[in-house]
């Protein structure tokens, strides 16, 4: 904290502490989250220089006032620091000053042997400190009482006067309207968080389909778009495979849509564990059609995963055992290369391999025209 450029000319004690408060005052509207405990702790140490006060401190209670902390202290050289061991104090080990910190905001402790013999747990606590006056004065949020901050005298006794009380007091509402501000800044910050994650569950939610929880065909149209584009920079090869369910229109006919929808969700599940490398997208594309987008797979790759997926299907727990159609389409992207020209090849080949007889593969290569099953 920056001293008085000019202590000589400042002989009053209230007018030094009134400079001294608007400079904590400044540090502490100036203070991030960060910088806050530092200049609260320089605000505490202001508290206990004057009047030569042995320990300074800020408590903060729990909603439910079932316990308070200790959050920050200041303490004279020599005096022992008690911080660390007075954390989550619970409101029973010191109920009479729990009670009185709720009803009147403030306890005055002149002479901890005056105490009534109802503050035992406090008394035995002030003991303990070797504490032989104190005060504590609340810190309000909206009306709510907080926290306090406080101060002990070790080595003497004191009547605490009004003046003191008014320092305390404005030392404790500067650093409640410290804490209210850090509060007010993390709720905003918890709030964009949560906004945040929000807003990208709705894109997620935008993109996914609901059944398979694959992508759906905006998250496909999407996903294509970006990869055409990838590939074409790059000049590396892109394969599309659509997966067409065979006789799926006869088996929610004849079976019913709880049963067309577990085929579904079967071979998207299928779809998952033969084709998860990293960057692959795959999505419901239509009714019972499912696309798969898989960068840098070679056409001999996406066959031998067109073999594995057709074997798996089959074990898919439906009514009826199910078969697909598999088209796959490789090639590297030209820079006038489309979506719907990639599309209209894809569906081609699936629909080769369905007027071939259906359970099987057919794929097509630009960069040649030959084609297997």
């Excluded at 892109?238 to 004849?254: A, G, Y």
């Excluded at 987008?293 to 798996?312: F, S």
């Amino acid at each position: 904290m920056t001293s008085n450029p000019n202590p000589q000319s400042v002989t009053d004690t209230t007018a030094r502490f009134a400079y001294l408060i608007s400079q904590i005052s400044t540090s502490l509207i100036n203070a991030s989250p960060d910088e806050a405990a530092e200049h609260i702790e320089k605000a505490l140490a202001v508290l206990g220089h004057d009047d030569d006060k042995d320990r300074c401190y800020v408590f903060l209670f729990s909603d439910d006032y079932a316990q308070m902390s200790n959050t920050h202290e200041w303490v004279r050289s020599g005096i022992t620091a008690h911080k660390e061991d007075l954390q989550q104090v619970p409101a029973d080990a010191m109920p009479w000053f729990f009670a009185h910190m709720q009803e009147a905001g403030r306890v005055l402790v002149d002479d901890v042997h005056t105490l009534p013999p109802e503050a035992g747990g406090f008394q035995t606590e002030l003991l303990r400190e070797k504490i032989q006056s104190m005060m504590a004065v609340g810190m309000f949020l909206e009306g709510r009482l907080i926290g306090f901050v406080g101060c002990d005298l070790v080595q003497r006794q004191r009547n605490w006067s009004d003046d003191d009380v008014r320092r305390m007091q404005l030392i404790a509402d500067m650093i409640a309207n410290t804490v209210a501000r850090h509060r007010a800044e993390e709720k905003l910050q918890q709030v964009q968080v949560e906004l945040r994650a929000a807003n990208e569950r709705l894109a997620q939610l935008a993109n996914e389909d609901g059944l398979t929880g694959l992508s759906n065909r905006r998250g496909l149209d999407t996903a294509m778009d970006s990869e055409l584009r990838r590939m074409q920079r790059n000049r590396q090869l892109l394969t599309v495979m659509m997966v067409d369910i065979d006789h799926f229109k006869e088996l929610n006919d004849r079976h019913g849509h709880m049963i067309g929808d577990a085929a579904l969700r079967g071979v998207a599940q299928e779809l998952c564990h033969v084709l998860q490398r990293s960057g692959e997208v795959l999505g419901r594309f239509g009714g019972d059609e499912f696309l798969a987008i898989c960068p840098q797979l070679t056409q001999q790759e996406a066959e031998q995963r067109a073999v594995t997926l057709m074997e798996r299907v089959k074990n898919v727990n439906t009514a009826t055992p199910l078969t697909v159609s598999i088209g796959i389409y490789t090639f590297i992207p030209e820079p006038t290369t489309t979506p719907d020209e990639v599309l209209r090849a894809v569906d081609k080949a699936v629909y080769q391999a369905k007027h071939d007889g259906r359970n099987r593969f057919f794929a097509l290569a630009a960069s040649s025209p030959t084609t297997k099953r």
